[in-house]
């Protein structure tokens, strides 16, 4: 995933709004009969599942996660690119626990890359 800027993105998501009430690129006026936010939704929340660029590149996270609790699986290694914002919330929303969480040993500890100093 690239790290795509903020108005890249909403000008794709013009385009597909644009394109789907109005056939094409440019639709001005209130030609949109319903919000985009709702046309995004998934199809079993009343959406038409087009997908939001913006949301979807929160997604990432969940490979952050994959290779957080277990590296050593095929997608642990997947050289995936996180944008940044993305890459922030997940180390904020995440704890990591030294040791078993009651206790910590500096020297015994699996600090970097699942080994010990």
């Known amino acids: 995933m690239l790290d795509v800027s903020c108005w890249m993105i909403k000008a794709v998501d013009k385009l597909k709004c644009n394109f789907l009430w ?5 639709a001005r ?6 919000a985009w936010g709702k046309v995004t939704r998934p199809l079993n929340f009343g959406g038409l599942g087009i997908h939001n660029l ?7 996270m969940r490979w952050l996660w994959h290779h957080k609790i277990d590296p050593s699986k095929p997608w642990g290694q997947l050289p995936i690119q ?3 914002k993305v890459m ?9 626990t030294a040791g078993d969480g009651c206790n910590m040993s500096f020297w015994t500890d699996r600090w970097l890359h699942g080994q010990s100093i």
């Not at 109005?22 to 440019?26: E, F, L, Q, S």
């Open 88 to 96: 922030a919330m997940f180390w904020i929303s995440v704890i990591t």
């Open 29 to 34: 006026g209130g030609h949109c009969p319903i």
């Open 22 to 26: 109005r056939g094409k690129a440019d």
């Open 54 to 60: 913006d949301i979807l590149g929160w997604v990432c």
């Open 82 to 84: 996180v944008p940044t």
